[in-house]
């Protein structure tokens, strides 16, 4: 059985949803962040960089959301979460994924994370006064260029749907208004009407 390791309001919810669409066979480990569990010698002997997620599979801990919603398709080919038999086809999902790990969240981080660029309380404050920009900017560009609709790839149902349904819902968070990315919030209530989405957004709260 997969054993995915997360914790309730970061990126491990795209992983998690991923899970449940694909209709895995897995355990959800849900990771106390205020208690600092990630930091604890029985979590960094899974995962030494001490974040979420991880994914424990019968060969061995992967990491990074790109890396395990990768794995999630590929092993449930019957879920048809990406178009397999097309590799140019997984690369652009591939890089439509590698922009909101690299990019958005990076962006996204700057607002709550600032400690990890920075010493200075002056520098970490301009990080995130700029944040609205960076962040807006980046879902702008996601608008404007990438997503194609009703999903992220076109007609189909992809693993990058919910990658951009966990960090789109950051949005109002990061000071951005979700109102000037019609498609992106549209395609959040999509998300949010799916059975799938249903269960493990519940499951994260209860």
Known sequence: ML?????????????????????????????NFREAEQTKPEYLAINPKGRVPALVTGQGVLTENV????????????????????PFAFARIQAFNGYLASTVHVNHAHRVRGTRWADDPIAIADMKRKVP?????????IEREMFKGPWVMGETYTIADPYL????????????????????LEHRQRMADRPAVQRVVAAEKA
């Open 67 to 86: 890396a395990i919603l990768a794995y999630i398709a590929q092993s449930f080919p019957a879920a048809k979460l990406a178009p397999l038999d097309d």
């Open 3 to 31: 054993k995915l390791f997360y914790a309730p309001g970061t990126c491990a919810l795209a992983c998690h949803i991923a899970l449940e669409e694909a209709g895995a066979d897995y355990e959800a480990v849900r990771l």
């Open 165 to 184: 349904f966990t960090l789109g819902n950051w949005m109002e968070g990061d000071g951005v208004d979700p109102a000037k990315t019609p498609k992106i």
């Open 133 to 141: 920009e960076t962040v807006g900017a980046s879902f702008a560009l």
